[in-house]
């Protein structure tokens, strides 16, 4: 499985911007995928969770009802929403897989997923 991040860019405090994650080797609706993402200075983080075969979603406290994770199984891609962006948002964003989905204690671990994406960056300011 091969994945494929891209989307980000340079968005003002409260705007929106969609990352989307090309996947191949696999399709989508049989992959658990997760976007990540990783500020500077400080350690990767869980962002959101879908699993596969229609299985649960999950997100981060920080952006629940900003963020929505979403996969098009025709086109094979994933995509992160995200909405209402702050600087704290600021980061550079991946996507990540794994075959099997995880429970919830689980899903933001990123020793959990076999395969990575390379980041996009991310940056919220005015």
């Known amino acids: 499985v091969q994945l494929q991040a891209s989307g980000g860019g340079l968005v003002q405090p409260g705007g929106s911007l969609r990352l989307s994650c090309a996947a191949s080797?696999?399709?989508?609706?049989?992959?658990?995928v997760a976007w990540f993402r990783q500020a500077p200075g400080k350690e990767r983080e869980g962002i959101s969770y879908?699993?596969?075969?229609?299985?649960?979603?999950y997100y981060r406290q920080a952006v629940k009802g900003r963020f929505t994770i979403s996969k098009d199984n025709a086109k094979n891609m994933v995509y992160l929403q995200m909405n209402s962006l702050t600087s704290e948002d600021t980061a550079v964003y991946y996507c990540?897989?794994?075959?099997?989905?995880?429970?919830?204690?689980?899903?933001?671990?990123?020793?959990?997923?076999?395969?990575w994406g390379q980041g996009t960056l991310v940056t919220v300011s005015s």
């Open positions: 990540a897989a794994r075959r099997n989905n995880l429970v919830a204690s689980a899903w933001d671990d990123s020793r959990q997923y076999g395969y």
């Open positions: 080797g696999e399709n989508v609706h049989y992959l658990t």
């Open positions: 879908k699993g596969s075969r229609g299985g649960n979603t």
